[in-house]
Structure formats: structure tokens, C-alpha cells
């Protein structure tokens, strides 16, 4: 938006097209020098405190869980006065596991999938996606139907190629899921959103905010802010 009003519509181009080339490379040499496998988004795990807080809180009780003491006759789980933590830490609790900690753990420390050359040449495709829309926008210009269709099926390919994999992990998996999910998009991208979708969903919107009570406080908000923001989305989906 800066580079329109400073340098025009070339201007905009020019900066849409360097992100996405210095984006494509940076993947790549995550792709084929660092071996980082199907790359998720967000790239970097976020950091949950609270399961860390919590491991931190119990941290003493479970390094105490071997010292625990059974009653012969009660069968009563006790604690030795000798291992027992200060006053100020001391939980009344039986000794237990962190279930999201060692979750969190184990996604830390989980390796990426192996990629043969079949996955390789899917993850190059989603790669190269957003910069052959491009190529091809410029091309065939904007309201051209092609390069709606090959971004299309670049990610459908890809995404085929990559679902016969069956040893992903954990965010693997969830990334997986959020591009099965992110192919809906293009239902609000034109040139199909200009001509297909537009008017059904309009119409669904003013049908639920007239007839369903509380809807209208949302659907007419958004069916005046939703031209903008597929105008928005539309430059952006790369």
C-alpha cells in the first residue's frame, strides 16, 4: 500500500514481486540445503508459558515421585518428611505428569518428515505458486481466468503429492489441514468471486441479518466491509 501511493501501480508490483522472490528463495534453501521438510506456518513454534509456568511449578514434585512411599496396609501414596519441598512450595497433590509439557516437548524435539523426490517436487510447487500467479497475472492480466486456474491446480497438485505421505508429525499434520482448508479461499478470489460468488454471498448475508435475530450486528458490518477486503485479499493471497 506505501509503494502505490509513493510510486504508483508499477511501484506496488515491483515490491509484491520482490517479497515473493526473496520468500521462494529463503524456502528453497530451507527445502534443499537444510532439509526442514513440508515448511508449517507459523515457521517457528510458538512458545506456550503456560504449560512451561506449570512444568516449572511441578517440577519438584515429579523429581520427588520415585522417593514416594507405599503403606503396606493402607496403600496410601506418601512422601518421605526428607525429600519433602519448603513450606512455600509444597503441593498436597498425589505426585503426577504434565501432559502439555511433554507434548511440548515432543514437538520440540520431533525431527522433520524425510521428503523423497516425489514430496520434494510437491513442496517445490507450493513453493513456486505465488510467484508463477504472478508471472502469469502479469501476463494474461487480471481478469484472465488462467491464473486462477494454474495457481489452483499447482496447489492441488502439491497438496495430492504431499497427502500420500503417512509418517508426518504433529505440525506436519496441522499443516497439512490448514492447506486443505486455505483451497476454500479460492471461492473469494477473483476472477471466480467476481462472477460466481459475489451475489450468493451477499445474498446468504443479508438473508441471515433481515431473518435471523443478533445476525445483522455482524452480516451488515461485514457485507459492507467485504468488497474492500477481497480487494485486499486479492493482491495478498500469494
Known amino acids: 500500500m506505501g509503494a502505490a501511493k509513493l ?3 508499477a511501484g506496488r508490483w515491483l515490491v509484491i514481486v520482490l517479497i515473493q522472490v526473496a520468500k521462494a528463495i529463503l524456502r528453497c534453501l530451507l527445502l534443499f540445503w537444510y532439509r526442514s521438510g513440508i515448511q ?10 503456560d504449560s512451561l509456568l506449570s512444568s516449572h511449578d511441578n517440577s519438584a514434585e515429579e523429581d520427588d515421585e520415585d522417593t514416594s512411599v507405599v503403606g503396606q496396609r493402607s496403600g496410601r501414596v506418601v512422601r518421605p518428611l526428607g525429600s519433602a519441598p519448603s513450606l512455600q512450595s509444597l ?12 507434548d511440548g516437548e515432543e514437538e520440540l524435539q520431533s525431527s522433520p518428515t524425510p521428503l523423497g523426490l516425489q514430496e520434494t517436487i ?4 507450493y513453493i513456486a505458486r505465488p510467484l508463477v500467479h504472478l508471472a502469469s497475472l502479469g501476463i494474461c492480466g487480471k481478469r484472465s481466468w488462467k491464473p486462477w486456474i ?7 497438485t502439491s497438496f495430492s503429492l504431499l497427502s500420500d505421505i503417512k509418517t508426518l508429525n504433529r505440525r506436519e499434520r496441522a499443516e497439512m489441514r490448514r492447506r486443505a482448508f486455505l483451497l476454500l479461499y479460492y471461492l473469494l478470489r477473483s476472477p471466480f468471486y467476481d462472477r460466481y460468488s459475489e451475489m ?19 452480516a451488515r458490518p461485514l457485507m459492507e466491509y467485504l468488497p474492500i477486503w ?9
Open 91 to 102: 503441593l498436597w497433590g498425589l505426585p503426577r505428569k504434565n501432559k502439555r509439557s511433554r
Open 230 to 238: 477481497q480487494k485486499i485479499y486479492f493482491y495478498n493471497w500469494g
Open 150 to 156: 494454474i495457481s489452483g491446480l499447482l496447489e492441488i
Open 122 to 125: 510437491a513442496e517445490s510447487l
Open 40 to 49: 508449517t506456518s507459523p515457521p517457528l513454534i510458538p512458545l506456550d508459558r
Open 200 to 218: 450468493k454471498i451477499l445474498f446468504l448475508l443479508r438473508f441471515l441479518a433481515d431473518y435471523v435475530p443478533g445476525v445483522g450486528l455482524v
Open 7 to 9: 510510486w504508483g501501480e
